[in-house]
């Protein structure tokens, strides 16, 4: 297998907060206030949405320049709803400043739900796990 992505988390002294460095890059991760965490960093379903949104935003970029579509300034608010059975649903709002014209709408609409994230978070992946050393 080719590896396409690797994460490490570690703990801090503070409750909940924790150091993540992901690829070449360091964030922290937290739970809000009013869940017991300091608020000192976007909670575990925050960072899923980012990484959806941070997907729908570069391929739709690639697809755009690809056609030599000018999408102007491209936003995409993404928000997640639990549902009482514990599904999660995701709802993605496209927006771009650019000249689309309603073909290119549909056809952006087609491309961003097969974004390599949209399909892993949509079909599942396989997780294992293992104690280290």
Known sequence: MKTVAHARITSTDTHYVHDIHAGRY??????????????QGPAPFDLYLASLSA??????RMYA????????????ELKAEMDDDGHLHVNRILHASGPL???QWQRLLEVVANTPVT????E??????????
Do not use: H, Y
């Open 26 to 39: 360091d964030l922290k991760t937290d739970e809000p206030v009013a869940l017991g965490g300091q608020g």
């Open 55 to 60: 997907c729908t935003a570069i391929t739709l």
């Open 101 to 103: 014209d309603e073909a």
């Open 124 to 133: 599942g992946a396989a997780i294992t796990s293992e104690r280290g050393n």
């Open 119 to 122: 399909k892993v978070m949509r």
């Open 65 to 76: 320049e690809r056609k030599g579509w000018d999408l102007g300034e491209f936003r995409a």
